[in-house]
């Protein structure tokens, strides 16, 4: 069934801004009422998604009147552009800041000349006072406020005796060697990861300005500036250092720009330790245990969710694995949120070597996601094997087996891959009767063996013998 633009991008609105969106399209006076009755009857079924199709839309505007499908589209396409404009408002509404610039670009373009003065000076005292919040945004909308005021003076200039030109140009050099510093550090970090090998055009007199003792005062500049080093320098364990500070006493960074930065420093540590300085987990550990504390995330990713997890429980890091795996498990897309808890509760009381409570969590949480399901037989297989009840390890490798045998999601490399671990753990749990040549045999079959889930644990578990 061909899926209707509109009832895709309500469902994808907060619900907490439906009810302006509302206001907004039906005091319109310029939409079709017939175009309020469908924005309203889709909004009251949005948690019923079987009543919004096309068939009952159309029988609720047009009673028994024959499906026009040129007709729905256009009165659909037609909603949507009425509820992005609605949106556009909303956004407006929520960003003090650009309410006052479009005011004073409103009363400066109706020869309102002294109200506009009024109001620039009102505005003026109010951002004076205000405590800022460093950001792109911020910087942009200095520079607009200035940029507003500069084109009223030159447009009327009997009306002051002054001008603001140098205030124009230093909010624009501060805008444009931000902008141009964060696209020179994104530059640089994406030829590390691919092939792309451009730079913005004069990076160089970019990073001079930002070192310029003026435009190093601002918080964000400097930041950015570090990043550009840690990024460059050959030797830059100083400056990792030094941003691990910043960040922490570091306060009015907006969010969205803090979490750039963060994710700078956990590529970073990946790129150290893929380069074998294991000191470098600490490192991640640090910058993860920062992060949660200074960004307020609404919704969590599991891949980030997971990775934060597993480097809490290798640094054995188990109070703060535990107060994470259920305070932000919360804040994961609610259709994991359960699974994804369970999981990783069991995970850290295998730490804990509370292998009890493993197998009691994992037979009690059922899902059908496949990666869920690998992983959860794994671990299952672990705890087994270290609470030696061979017997039921050798039940829970068959059942293992047929599940991958019969999966028809798994491809073949992911097949192969987990009847290499299976066959493994059989090879595993009789390697105590093997002679020492056997052993190292085993050894080098298990290091060949590439993409063997768990490989690190049944090396340390064949150290044993």
């Known amino acids: 069934m061909q ?10 609105i907060p619900r907490n801004d439906i009810e302006r969106l509302s206001e907004i399209v039906n005091i319109s006076k310029k939409l079709k009422n017939e175009l309020k009755i469908l924005y309203n009857e889709i909004v009251k079924n949005l948690d019923k998604p079987s009543k919004n199709n096309k068939k009952n839309l159309w029988k609720l505007l047009y009673g028994n009147l024959e499906l026009n499908d040129n007709h729905f589209r256009k009165l659909c396409f037609e909603l949507l552009q009425k509820v992005e404009s609605a949106l556009a408002i909303i956004q407006l509404e929520n960003n003090d800041h650009a309410l006052m610039l479009q005011m004073l670009q409103y009363l400066s373009s109706s020869n309102a000349y002294d109200f506009y003065e009024d109001k ?26 200035e940029l ?60 001079k300005m930002a070192e310029s003792a003026e435009l190093n005062k601002n918080p964000l500049i400097d930041m950015y500036l570090h990043i550009y080093y840690l990024l460059t320098k050959s030797d830059s364990d100083e400056v990792f250092i030094s941003i691990k500070k910043k960040l922490k006493v570091l306060a009015f960074i907006e969010e969205s720009e803090l979490r750039i930065i963060f994710q700078y420093l956990i590529n970073y540590c990946i790129v150290e330790l893929n380069k074998g300085k294991n000191n470098f987990e600490s490192e991640l550990f640090e910058i993860y245990k920062t992060y949660v504390q200074k960004i307020q995330d609404k919704t969590f990713s599991q891949f980030r ?20 795996i259920e305070e932000f498990g919360r804040k994961l897309p609610k259709e994991h949120q359960q699974t994804s808890i369970a999981f990783n509760k069991a995970k850290l009381q295998y730490e804990l070597k509370n292998y009890n409570f493993v197998i009691e969590i994992l037979q009690n949480v059922k899902n059908d996601d496949l990666t869920f399901n690998l992983s959860s037989k794994v671990l299952l297989v672990k705890t087994f094997y270290e609470k030696k009840e061979f017997q039921f390890l050798e039940s829970s490798l068959e059942s293992f087996r047929i599940f991958v045998l019969r999966n028809k999601e798994m491809n073949t490399a992911s097949k192969k891959i987990h009847q290499d671990f299976i066959k493994i753990i059989h090879k595993l749990m009789k390697i105590e009767f093997a002679s020492d040549k056997e052993i190292e045999t085993f050894k080098s079959k298990i290091n060949n063996t590439e993409n063997l889930p768990d490989k690190a644990w049944i090396l340390e578990k064949l150290e044993a013998f």
């Open 148 to 207: 507003t005021q500069y084109e009223f003076l030159t447009q009327n200039p009997s009306k002051s005796k002054t001008n603001n030109i140098s205030k124009t140009s230093e909010s624009l050099d501060s805008y444009y060697v931000l902008q141009k510093l964060k696209l020179l550090c994104h530059a640089i970090n994406e030829a590390n990861f691919t092939n792309y090998k451009d730079r913005p055009a004069f990076y160089e007199i970019i990073v």
């Open 3 to 12: 899926s209707i633009k509109v009832i895709e991008l309500l469902n994808k």
């Open 120 to 145: 620039w000076k009102k505005i003026k005292n109010i951002l004076q006072q205000e405590e800022i919040l460093f950001s792109s945004q911020q910087l942009l909308f200095d520079y607009s406020f």
């Open 305 to 324: 969710y997971k990775n934060i997890v597993n480097i809490s429980l290798k640094q054995k890091q188990y109070e703060f694995a535990t107060y994470f």
